[in-house]
């Protein structure tokens, strides 16, 4: 029990991200091409471990979705031809 409580504590290194910190991430983040690329450097950045991971999980979920879109575009499109195919 100790060692699971242990592993939850913060690193005393490591400061806090403040809720000005947040809104400044979250906002450039949603700059199109800019919150892409700072959200891989930040990913790979080990100077604040908290917004590392959260970039890297961001990065993770935006992969699944992107591959689930693409999945689902090839699904329409052939739906699409099929049903084209099939009047002509």
Known sequence: MNDFN???IQNPSQPEM???DWIVTLLI???PCVGFIMMIVWAFNEEN???ANFCKA???F???IAVLV???Y???IVAMAATFSSIW
Request: without cysteine.
């Open 6 to 8: 242990n592993s939850y």
């Open 18 to 20: 403040s809720v000005k």
């Open 29 to 31: 983040m949603a700059i």
């Open 49 to 51: 471990k908290v917004r």
């Open 58 to 60: 961001y990065l993770i």
């Open 62 to 64: 935006n992969v699944v």
């Open 70 to 72: 693409v999945i689902f």
């Open 74 to 76: 090839f699904i329409f």
